[in-house]
């Protein structure tokens, strides 16, 4: 089982960047996917989930309005759509995903079985 995230990159306050997770060895329209971040010197915390089936997102409150969760199941894949970026939002950022019967929205790090290895995003002010 693997996530493989990409897309990360130094960009400047304002700017925008799509970060990809592509999944194998799992059933992905089974998993809700989800995307978090761990900053420097903060613990990890949620940004965004999308539920199997994608009918349902949820967001971090910080990135509400500026981020954007979407699946792609034929290609077992999670992006995350980032705009508006802020100097706070750099962090190494990790998707994750749970094999769920449900259609729910899981936030919290201990929901997720499965982890990928992050990738890095910079924004500079």
């Known amino acids: 089982v693997q996530l493989q995230a990409s897309g990360g990159g130094l960009v400047q306050a304002g700017d925008s960047l799509r970060l990809s997770c592509t999944a194998s060895g799992l059933t992905f329209e089974g998993c809700a996917m989800a995307w978090f971040r761990q900053g420097p010197g903060k613990e990890r915390e949620f940004v965004a989930v999308i539920s199997r089936g994608g009918g349902n997102t949820d967001y971090a409150d910080s990135v509400k309005g500026r981020f954007t969760i979407s699946r792609d199941d034929a290609k077992y894949t999670v992006h995350l759509q980032m705009n508006s970026l802020l100097p706070e939002d750099t962090a190494v950022y990790y998707c994750?995903?749970?094999?769920?019967?449900?259609?729910?929205?899981?936030?919290?790090?201990?929901?997720?079985?499965?982890w990928g290895q992050g990738t890095q995003v910079t924004v500079s002010s």
């Open positions: 994750a995903a749970k094999n769920t019967r449900y259609f729910y929205t899981p936030r919290r790090n201990d929901d997720y079985d499965t």
